[in-house]
């Protein structure tokens, strides 16, 4: 599967998942709001290849970010993560305030592989060293792997939980 053609499935995948990806700027109709929005979503786009993303529930802010990973160093992926997470303050007023403190922000980063033997190295060493989340915290970067090769897709460990189912996606992708 070429670059062109699985972009063109995550697209059409996430969009059915109510990620906007094909038109994530037009989130915000109005012009205040929306203006701040089209540059946040700019800024962030500059740390992914795409990006997609859901203001479902109620007022949490979810973001789903794809990155091409098999160029990068292992370091170079987890200081993408760190600067995600960076970027994700900015997006803090797009969430509702409920009670004391505003809800959750959160990018699920899903890092694009073609070798099987780099995705495996990722996800045994790198993928620890990824995710950003603390329960004090509300800004949250969730890390998630897509093998091409092997055509599979993997989660993080631990919590927090996500609702991504990932074994549908994984069909979808890879029918």
């Given at each position: ?43 962030l786009r500059g740390l992914c ?68 033997e780099q995705a495996f190295h ?54």
């Amino acid at each position: 599967m070429d670059e062109v053609e699985l972009q063109r499935r995550i697209v059409s995948v996430f969009d059915g998942l109510k990620y906007r990806i094909s038109d994530v700027e037009g989130i915000y109709q109005d012009d205040h709001r929306g203006a701040k929005w089209k540059t946040e979503i700019a800024e962030l786009r500059g740390l992914c290849d795409y990006l997609g993303a859901s203001l479902k529930g109620i007022g949490e802010v979810n973001l789903v970010l794809f990155v091409h990973a098999d160029d990068l160093t292992d370091e170079a992926i987890i200081g993408k993560c760190h600067l995600i997470k960076d970027r994700l303050a900015s997006f803090k007023q797009f969430a509702l305030r409920f009670c004391w403190r505003k809800l959750p922000v959160t990018a699920k980063v899903f890092f694009i592989f073609r070798n099987s033997e780099q995705a495996f190295h990722f996800r045994t060493s790198v993928q620890d060293h990824c995710k950003q989340h603390n329960f004090s915290n509300t800004l949250c970067v969730l890390p998630f792997g897509i093998d091409v090769s092997a055509k599979s897709i993997w989660d993080y460990k631990g919590l927090p939980f996500h609702f991504l189912k990932l074994a549908d996606i994984e069909a979808a992708l890879f029918s």
